[in-house]
């Protein structure tokens, strides 16, 4: 008896303070990367062929199980799919720069419109939020890419682009 496994195995990055490690998640076609990761139900996340260059875990090569408590953010650069909007919510979108851990990113974040990125960063339904376009700089050099799923517990400092222009205009005004 044969079983066929309905998911699809999308490359990944999970940066953890300890180090990254990059395998193959599985997730239904129907998910996205980031529907996965919030999943309240799930405590961890598996990686399948993962290679760790985590400082000091020495673990057998396989599948591995990362607590998602401890990841700081998730890279997965493929090209972001763009289909009609699933939501009847009007949204924004907006430039952040994020501090995470011992990272500087920089990406877009959307978010129901009215409302402000960085507010957005203190809803609590969801542990991860995504960032698009995103520039990623840290002990390892800098990269890009199309998207992050970054762990809310582990950001320290948070800034917007149009927080600064609404200051800047604040300040137009008053001078």
């Known amino acids: 008896m044969s079983s066929t496994n309905p998911n699809e195995r999308r490359a990944v990055q999970v940066q953890t303070p300890a180090g990254s490690v990059s395998g193959n998640l599985a997730v239904a076609p129907s998910l996205r990367t980031l ?98 376009d995103t520039r990623i700089q840290g002990p390892g050099g800098e990269q890009r890419a199309s998207f992050v799923a970054v762990n809310r517990r582990h950001v320290t400092a948070a800034t917007a682009a149009s927080m600064g222009e609404v200051a800047d205009d604040l300040d137009a005004a008053a001078g």
């Not at 799919?81 to 009007?90: D, F, I, M, S």
């Open 35 to 132: 529907d996965d990761l919030n999943f309240i139900s799930k405590a961890f996340v598996l990686l399948h062929e993962a290679e760790s260059s985590a400082t000091g875990w020495n673990l057998p090569e396989g599948p591995m199980a990362i607590n998602k408590s401890t990841i700081l953010f998730v890279v997965e650069d493929r090209p972001i799919e763009r289909g009609p909007a699933r939501t009847l919510v009007q949204q924004a979108t907006d430039r952040v720069t994020l501090r995470v851990g011992d990272y500087l990113l920089e990406g877009s974040v959307t978010f129901p419109a009215g409302g402000t990125a960085l507010t957005s960063l203190d809803a609590a339904a969801h542990p991860f939020v995504a960032l698009t």
